[in-house]
């Protein structure tokens, strides 16, 4: 005699209805379209659910151990199979993205000084261009800017990249400049503030010696040097071309409203 199982996919409907249901959300935000998404969900299941009972049963194979695994499996496959996609494709677009930045190579570089609207040196332009032969478009605005070291003394502090522009040139090659700074310049240097703006304030146009005078002295009395250009990606390391003067960009922010704010 064929047992009907019936009770079984009813029972496995209003579980996966109620888990939708009653399933905690916090983004207030998205409560409606998340709970949407949960009760399609729960549809799904059970829609994928009666058809496999109808099928089977009429068939004669479908016994009660079966019909409860499919019940629980149905919802791992469901979400599983996305996941899955999604997993391949992210491990793709890693791998892709580490192929292209192996590749890719410094075709260029040059620097020059980086001067205020009204002409005055305040830092160091790095211009360069990269060539990706498998292009780089999904991540070139990824790329971090150049940057520079200088080491040892008298100078052996930071820089500070003011800005850093991105431009493709054909197919495969990239011209890339970064604007930087030393990490003394004032608030008004280094984030792009005008003086007199509102954001503005006194301290703003104010030299920042984070090593106290002895790091001003430094900067005043060091001869010019050539600076050292890094890249991270693609890897990159090399002395600026020509040598820059540390005072020479401390006197530059003085005569676009830089000051000294202590002794």
């Not at 409606?32 to 109808?54: D, E």
């Not at 991540?139 to 990249?161: C, D, E, R, T």
């Not at 040097?225 to 390391?237: D, N, T, W």
Request: with cysteine.
């Amino acid at each position: 005699m064929k047992t009907n199982h019936w009770s079984i996919p009813l029972v496995l409907t209003f579980i996966y209805f109620g888990f939708a249901l009653v399933f905690p959300i916090h983004a207030e935000m998205f409560t409606g379209l998340i709970r949407i998404l949960l009760l399609s969900f729960a549809a799904l299941c059970s829609l994928l659910l009666w058809v496999s009972y109808i099928v089977w049963s009429r068939r004669g194979a479908l016994s009660l151990s079966g019909l409860l695994l499919i019940g629980l499996l149905l919802p791992l496959i469901i979400c599983g199979i996305p996941a899955a996609v999604l997993s391949y494709r992210s491990w793709h677009v890693r791998d892709l993205d580490a192929r292209i930045k192996k590749e890719a190579v410094v075709i260029a570089i040059e620097d020059e000084e980086v001067l205020t609207e009204r002409g005055n040196p305040i830092g160091v332009r790095v211009r360069y261009e990269v060539r990706y032969p498998r292009g780089a478009e999904a991540l070139i605005s990824q790329l971090p800017p150049a940057n520079l070291s200088s080491a040892p003394l008298p100078y052996a502090k930071g820089f500070w990249v003011l800005r850093n522009e991105i431009h493709a040139l054909n197919a495969t090659d990239y011209s890339l400049s970064s604007d930087i700074v030393p990490d003394f310049m004032p608030p008004t240097v280094r984030f792009g503030i005008k003086p007199g703006a509102p954001e503005s304030r006194e301290a703003a146009s104010c030299f920042q010696w984070l090593g106290g005078p002895s790091e001003r002295e430094a900067v005043l009395n060091a001869s010019p040097q050539a600076f050292r250009i890094y890249i991270s990606e693609p890897e990159y390391s090399s002395p600026t071309r020509r040598s820059y003067s540390l005072r020479r960009f401390y006197e530059g922010a003085l005569k676009d409203g830089a000051r000294e704010c202590s002794g």
